[in-house]
């Protein structure tokens, strides 16, 4: 396994940038996010094998940045899901392609795996996938399903394996969780509309909870944090004086309990969720698109006990 350090989500699209259109940020724009990084992180977490995962992991290795990286998949739907919440058809697939789905979601292992290799140095662990049994999720997987990834990828590689996923689902997911080499939750009270004076306790339930069904696992969050912007979709708490106060008493605890943190994220996003500007997707970093630090980074206890 690996030592317990300081983490951080990393995804590097700038304003007219996003992976939905393959407009990437360019090698100058990522090494600048990355030193940003360096200051007061030891690592990061990548979330699919597109080219940005490829170029991140270069530009690490060519400027031999102290960084050790987390990667992972975004699988294709499995499951045909009718229900889920992003609507405009979002979620269904057919028999066909769920078949295609299935045989892409190897391709896809399989170029984890070639990075996990060509990056060996660098590389930390690796997950199978991100929430993909949550109900709402428009790329649904059946456990079984994900069982056979998970040996799949351990019969090809040394390094410890994981999927990220929230408590309540890896409630239900014990058999996966057996599988796997440590268990990733992804707590957010704010989705959850939990007031900010309840969501650090709320988060620890989370953490306990899990914890409790697999003892003898290492339980790591891979996603936690605050939006500082909403629209009502979420409880009028976004701010970065709770996204502060939230981060504050998170860090507190699980340093304490030297428990792995990977924050969610290091940059807002301008190109997630919707068209509004206040979407919640698009603030959940501790720094503004445009890399000005948020009220949490701007203070120095903060960077020394991240």
Known sequence: MFEIKRGICYSGYRKYQSPKLDKFPSDKEVLQDLKILCTFT?????????????QVLRIIEENNLPLKVMIGVEPQGEID????????GIGRHSKNSINEHK??????????????????????ALSIGNENTSDWHPNLISEESLIAHAKYVKSKTKKPITFC???????????????????????????????????FIETVRDYESVKKKFKDKMVI???????????NIMLDEASEENQNYYLN???????????????FEAFDESWKGSLNKNEPEKHWGIYKENRKPKLWMRGSNNLKNF
């Not at 030891?42 to 490829?54: A, E, G, N, P, V």
């Not at 899901?81 to 405009?88: A, I, K, L, R």
């Not at 944090?225 to 909403?230: D, I, K, Q």
């Open 42 to 54: 030891d690592y990061i977490r990548l979330f699919d094998t597109s080219y940005h995962c490829d």
């Open 81 to 88: 899901n009718p229900n889920c919440h992003f609507g405009s």
């Open 103 to 124: 045989k892409t979601n190897y391709k896809l292992l399989d170029k984890m795996l070639n990075y996990s290799k060509k990056y060996s140095n660098i590389v930390l």
């Open 165 to 199: 996923e929230g408590p309540y689902y890896w409630l239900r997911n014990t058999k996966l969780g057996n599988v796997v080499d440590f268990i990733s939750i992804q707590s957010y009270p704010q989705w959850r509309k939990v007031p900010i004076k309840e969501a």
């Open 221 to 231: 969050f891979t996603e936690f944090g605050w939006t500082t912007n909403t629209t």
């Open 249 to 263: 008493q998170i860090y507190s605890w699980s340093n304490s309990k030297k428990i792995q943190m990977f924050l």
